[in-house]
Nanobody, 121 residues
Framework: QVRLVESGGGVVQTGGSLRLSCVASGRSFGGYAMGWFRRAPGKERESVAA??????YYADFVKGRFRISRDDALNTFSLQMNNLEPEDTGVYFC????????????????WGRGTQVTVSE
């Protein structure tokens, strides 16, 4: 059974940092696109960052502040989030997209259950 589990969320002040991690189990996902999404309060889920092979994608609102990385040997991928802002508050989900680039919020890949990130002013 495939399972994705996020960790690393929490409460941080504006300007602080958090590192989210996603551990995948049940099969190997080397070569597939991996992504992070978030759902802010009252908003739809949106793409934050994705990585496929050596190519990375970042939403404009996180460029220069967040960095996505992966370790296929450990079946994990991470999101380093720096200089956090209150607007970054939300539930963050990890995703492995078997058919696409892990940037579509409704892709039919595997999803974690989410981890809460709260940035206080």
């Amino acid at each position: 059974q495939v399972r994705l589990v996020e960790s690393g969320g929490g409460v941080v002040q504006t300007g602080g940092s958090l590192r989210l991690s996603c551990v995948a189990s049940g099969r190997s996902f080397g070569g597939y696109a991996m992504g992070w999404f978030r759902r802010a309060p009252g908003k739809e889920r949106e793409s934050v960052a994705a990585i496929a092979g050596g190519t990375t994608y970042y939403a404009d609102f996180v460029k220069g502040r967040f960095r996505i990385s992966r370790d296929d040997a450990l079946n994990t991928f991470s999101l380093q989030m720096n200089n956090l802002e209150p607007e970054d508050t939300g539930v963050y989900f990890c995703n492995i997209d078997l058919t696409g680039s892990a940037t579509a919020p409704d892709n039919s890949g595997y999803w974690g259950r989410g981890t809460q990130v709260t940035v206080s002013e």
